[in-house]
């Protein structure tokens, strides 16, 4: 009989083992995104950051922020803005005053944030 209970009890401890390890890997850290979403949006971070720095280089030499088209064309980005990481980058300038880049998903219904940077160099969700 003991043996039955000790079988019984490793079948318990088991599943349990098994759900909060599945649970874990389909969600990020407390409930938060995927692990596939939330590498998905550091990247989004880091290309918000890079194309920041590429309008301030452009503000430097041309005394105005740039377009994408116009980064792209001056080498400062080697990507078109267009579904990379399933996102689309915009650019909104004003002259040398103020820029904003979006970074908003190719496909809204999927719930993943539409981020933003401006001049200030600090990525927002919007």
Do not use: C
Not at 99 to 125: H, Q, Y
């Amino acid at each position: 009989m003991s043996t039955v209970a000790r079988i019984l009890g490793l079948v318990i401890v088991l599943g349990v083992s098994a759900y909060i390890i599945k649970t874990q890997f389909t969600r990020g850290p407390e409930g938060g995104a995927p692990p596939k979403q939330m590498i998905e949006l550091v990247g989004v971070k880091t290309d918000l950051v890079s194309l920041g720095h590429a309008e301030r280089i452009y503000l430097a030499s041309h005394g105005t922020y740039a377009s994408l088209d116009q980064l792209r064309e001056e080498g400062s980005i080697s990507f078109s803005g267009a579904d990379r990481r399933d996102y689309k980058y915009s650019v909104e300038v004003d002259g040398g005053q103020h820029f904003k880049i979006t970074a908003e998903p190719s496909s809204p219904a999927e719930g993943w944030p539409t981020l933003s940077i401006d001049e200030n160099m600090e990525v927002a969700r919007n």
